[in-house]
């Protein structure tokens, strides 16, 4: 057992914050999106990370999984992809002048999986990871393996390469706790990006928290106390977005259920032990803007989610 909860709770800010410390080693800038993703793992929640090319999506999940001491696997997304190579497959092997059936784990069989380029691969092999990201399992054939926690899917996407690519389901898009949006350097921290990276300097991440002092931290994350007008102010914001002027399809209670325990992890994050109108602010965009989806009228007209959430949140008082 490891030490007191009630330590490794006091501990929490200075452990995410060293957390940043290392991340910022070797990914200058997307503050917003370095707290994101961690508030994703403190939740214990699946995150879809969406940027331009070249921005760091790749190169953030895997320092993040480095700072914990996970385990790591990454699947690349392509076309020809199937469902066996990411679950693992039972193999047939001689053993004593007689066979025996083995299974090979794929690489969901890790802590942190990164998902590179999800929507390169096809409906059917999406569709291979449903299981896993909800029930935390994966059936191959009659046997049910359980995944070891803690267990996060970490996917990435380009937004402007439509071609050749599968728009992901509606239902493994409510899978994902949130949808991280990461934004173009500015010239400051562009400049920092090239002198790291051209220089001589080899940036080295170390582990910072162990895989059961993240287990014990999430299991505090639920605890952070939430006021009722601020659960019921969450709520409000979840259902107001399903009859909104140009949504035709509005989040489930699974959007209520993620934006109160992304706030309890933002406010554990930040040293709080309770949880503010902040936090339900800053976390409704990534926690509602896949699951939020437009009238065609309303994308011909420019209307994007994140603009929805902003009106919704204005009118709430949030």
Same mark, same amino acid.
């Given at each position: ?17 060293r957390i940043r410390g290392e991340i910022g080693k070797v990914m200058i800038g997307q503050d917003m999106a370095i ?25 953030l999940i895997k320092t993040t999984a480095m700072t914990m001491g996970l385990t790591f696997s990454r699947i690349q ?12 497959? *039972? %193999?047939? =092997? &001689?053993?004593?002048?007689?066979? /025996?059936?083995?299974?090979? !784990?794929? #690489?969901?069989?890790?802590?942190? @999986? ?71 350097? *500015? %010239?400051? =921290? &562009?400049?920092?990006?090239?002198? /790291?990276?051209?220089?001589? !300097?080899? #940036?080295?991440?170390?582990?910072? @928290? ?6 014990a931290l999430q299991q505090l994350c639920r605890e952070v106390p939430i006021s009722a007008d601020l659960t019921r ?86």
């Amino acid at each position: 057992m490891i030490e007191d909860l009630k330590s490794i709770y006091g501990r929490a800010p200075a452990i995410f914050q060293r957390i940043r410390g290392e991340i910022g080693k070797v990914m200058i800038g997307q503050d917003m999106a370095i707290e994101q993703l961690l508030v994703a793992v403190l939740s214990g929640g699946h995150a879809l990370l969406e940027s331009n090319p070249g921005l760091g999506k790749t190169l953030l999940i895997k320092t993040t999984a480095m700072t914990m001491g996970l385990t790591f696997s990454r699947i690349q997304c392509t076309p020809d992809l199937m469902p066996a190579d990411i679950t693992g497959t *039972t %193999i047939i =092997e &001689e053993v004593d002048g007689g066979k /025996r059936f083995r299974f090979e !784990a794929g #690489p969901i069989f890790a802590n942190i @999986v990164l998902a590179d380029e999800i929507n390169r691969a096809s409906p059917k092999t999406q569709s291979a990871m449903l299981e896993s990201m909800q029930e935390k399992q994966v059936t191959v054939g009659n046997h049910t393996y359980r995944l070891e926690p803690p267990f996060f899917v970490l996917a990435t996407q380009n937004p402007i390469e439509m071609e050749g690519t599968f728009p992901l389901p509606e239902a493994q898009l409510d899978r994902f706790l949130m949808k991280i949006k990461m934004e173009y350097p *500015t %010239i400051d =921290e &562009e400049l920092g990006i090239v002198e /790291r990276y051209t220089g001589r !300097a080899d #940036p080295r991440v170390e582990r910072v @928290v162990s895989k059961e002092e993240l287990l014990a931290l999430q299991q505090l994350c639920r605890e952070v106390p939430i006021s009722a007008d601020l659960t019921r102010a969450a709520i409000q914001v979840t259902t107001a977005t399903r009859k909104w002027e140009g949504v035709q399809y509005g989040a489930s209670p699974r959007a209520s259920i993620g934006l109160i325990l992304a706030a309890k992890a933002r406010a554990m994050l930040l040293g709080r032990n309770y949880v503010d109108r902040e936090d339900l602010h800053q976390m409704a965009y990534p926690i509602l803007r896949h699951r939020i989806i437009l009238t065609f009228e309303a994308e011909r007209r420019g209307v994007t989610s994140d603009q929805v959430i902003t009106a919704i949140l204005k009118e709430n008082k949030v």
